[in-house]
């Protein structure tokens, strides 16, 4: 993660198995499944929850739809999100590109723990 990242770190083992237990899996050999990326002016605000409402992948990456406190636009215009996984040479960053083409499946929702950074 760069230094001037702020967003939220989910904890993966709860996410991975809640996920699990809907019939998702990661489907590629590099697993992230570790945070959400704020994008706006300064620090990430508090939030009280991020749920996990659907996933989206292409045969490179595949990530998972969150809302935090209900919303789930970033405030750059793009979707917040957790990538799950990438082939070898993928750059997580590359979901948002992913979720602007590709369709969301949704799931049963899910809060998952985090904190702030």
């Known amino acids: ?65 969150v809302t935090v406190d209900g919303a789930s636009d970033r405030p750059d215009g793009s979707t917040f999100h957790i990538t799950l996984s990438t082939a070898p040479g993928v750059h997580g960053r590359q979901a948002n590109a992913v979720l602007a083409t590709t369709p969301v499946e949704p799931i049963e929702p899910f809060e998952v723990p985090f904190r702030r950074v």
């Open 1 to 65: 993660m760069p230094d001037d990242f702020t967003g939220y770190l989910v904890d993966t083992d709860v996410l991975l198995r809640e996920l699990a237990a809907r019939g998702v899996r990661p489907s590629h050999p590099v697993i992230h499944a570790d945070h959400v990326t704020y994008k706006g002016q300064g620090r990430a605000p508090e939030a009280r929850t991020i749920t996990v409402v659907g996933v989206t992948g292409t045969d490179e990456l595949d990530c998972a739809v």
